[in-house]
């Protein structure tokens, strides 16, 4: 089978393996696979199944030997295309990652500034660049999806003391329960330096959290930190103090990773700031609230902001369309004007990570 073939195969996997973005055959996309994989590795990954496999199950479908396949399973795991996770046996279980969250992240995760890391960045780049030109030149805006990939979580203090606090919106329960935890660096603001050396917006990098078997998987494969829990709150305490914030996939029951987002790098985050309906795509199922009487109108908030929800009148007004529930605004209002109120059309998220794939499927 001829190169070109291969990674048309390739593309065919990746378009039906879900995620956030759409995969668009076009120049862009085949320049971005074509760094990703090398024809040999296409040729395997353009015949895997949706669900994971073991090399040795893989290699006796293809009629191919176990050892050459498994070279190009375990090249294209360490290369952030495939994801791998041991079964009760001990094997690894194979299967592609989505374009977006998947291969996007593990490209960027680990922080380095290879060679390869640069040109995938820029790969990256043209193709996200064209896929929000082709969204752009809709004659009509899409209709915002019924359920969104992302969601926000709140800060948790600012919720306690509402009547409504939704079990999926509070972090230390699930901190309580959760054994391993890996940190490593934001792959929306690494790709950006990649890109360019000068767009830093100066927070910090090294926050970027995955859970439980995510965890192992991104310490074994992508550089992640193994932290105890005390020093996993710490960042997340920074990360608010900096005014980033927490967004996590839509799930209810299953916490996967939490990225701590800045509006001017994470491409949801700004376009929710860029829309003028945000909290359609993501929300933390709350919006923030002033107390008219309490408001001193110091424009804290609306600097605090991080999707411009905020506007002055004689005292602060929150735009409910725009705001994402964030509770970035109410921790630091000096009057204690500002607090969270459950959104009256929230619905809970499907439980867990591949509930959440198979509702974005359906669409
Ligand atoms: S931070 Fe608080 S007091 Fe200041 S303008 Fe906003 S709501 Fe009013
Ligand atoms: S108004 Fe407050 S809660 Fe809403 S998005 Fe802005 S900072 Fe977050």
Do not use: W
């Given at each position: 089978?001829s190169?070109e073939?291969t990674?048309?195969e390739f ?12 995969v668009?055959?076009?120049?862009a ?8 994989l ?5 040729a395997?990954a353009?015949l895997m ?5 073991t ?5 006796e ?5 176990l ?5 190009h ?7 952030g295309?495939l994801?791998a996770?041991?079964n009760?046996?001990?094997q690894?279980?194979?299967s592609l990652?989505?374009?977006l969250?998947?291969?996007f992240?593990a ?10 890391d ?9 193709y ?6 082709l969204?752009?030149?809709?004659p009509e ?5 019924s359920?969104?990939y992302?969601r926000?979580l709140?800060i948790?203090?600012?919720?306690k003391?509402?009547?409504t ?6 972090l ?5 329960q959760?054994q ?12 950006a330096?990649l ?8 927070v910090?990098?090294?926050?970027c ?10 310490s074994?494969r ?5 932290v105890e829990?005390e ?5 997340l305490k920074?990360a608010?103090?900096?005014g980033?914030?927490?967004c ?9 990773f939490i990225?701590?987002c800045?509006?001017?790098h994470?491409g949801?985050?700004?376009?929710a700031k860029?829309?003028s309906?945000?909290?359609s ?5 709350y919006?923030a609230n002033?107390?008219s009487?309490?408001?001193?109108a110091?424009e804290?908030?609306?600097?605090r902001?991080?999707v411009?929800?905020?506007?002055m009148?004689?005292v602060a ?6 705001c ?10 000096p ?10 059309d929230t619905r ?9 794939e198979a ?5």
């Amino acid at each position: 089978m001829s190169a070109e073939k291969t990674y048309e195969e390739f593309y065919n996997v990746l378009r039906k393996a879900g995620g956030a973005i759409p995969v668009i055959h076009n120049d862009a996309l085949f320049a971005l696979i074509k760094e990703l994989l090398t024809p040999e590795e296409a040729a395997v990954a353009g015949l895997m199944p949706r669900k994971s496999i073991t090399a040795e199950k893989l290699a006796e479908t293809l009629e191919r030997p176990l050892e050459d396949v498994r070279t190009h399973l375990e090249a294209m795991t360490d290369n952030g295309v495939l994801h791998a996770k041991r079964n009760k046996e001990g094997q690894y279980k194979y299967s592609l990652l989505p374009l977006l969250p998947g291969i996007f992240e593990a490209q960027f995760y680990r922080g380095t500034k290879t060679d390869r890391d640069y040109r995938i960045a820029r790969r990256f780049k043209d193709y996200l660049d064209g896929v929000i030109k082709l969204r752009d030149s809709l004659p009509e805006p899409l209709p915002a999806p019924s359920t969104s990939y992302f969601r926000v979580l709140p800060i948790e203090e600012e919720i306690k003391t509402n009547k409504t606090v939704f079990p999926y919106a509070t972090l230390s329960k699930f901190m309580e329960q959760i054994q391993d935890i890996a940190v490593g660096t934001c792959f929306c603001r690494h790709h950006a330096i990649l890109v360019d050396e000068k767009d830093d917006c100066g927070v910090s990098h090294k926050n970027c959290m995955a859970f439980g078997d995510a965890a192992i998987f991104m310490s074994e494969r992508h550089n992640g930190r193994l932290v105890e829990k005390e020093e996993a709150l710490e960042i997340l305490k920074k990360a608010e103090a900096e005014g980033l914030v927490h967004c996590s996939a839509n799930t209810s029951e299953e916490l996967v990773f939490i990225c701590n987002c800045c509006s001017c790098h994470c491409g949801i985050l700004g376009t929710a700031k860029a829309a003028s309906h945000a909290s359609s795509i993501l929300t933390s199922g709350y919006i923030a609230n002033v107390d008219s009487q309490l408001c001193s109108a110091c424009e804290t908030c609306i600097e605090r902001c991080p999707v411009s929800a905020i506007s002055m009148d004689d005292v602060a007004a929150v735009d409910s369309e725009q705001c994402i529930g964030c509770s970035l605004c109410v921790s630091t209002c000096p009057t204690g004007a500002i607090e969270l109120i459950a959104k009256s059309d929230t619905r809970t998220p499907p439980e867990t990570l591949l509930d959440l794939e198979a509702v974005m499927r359906q669409k």
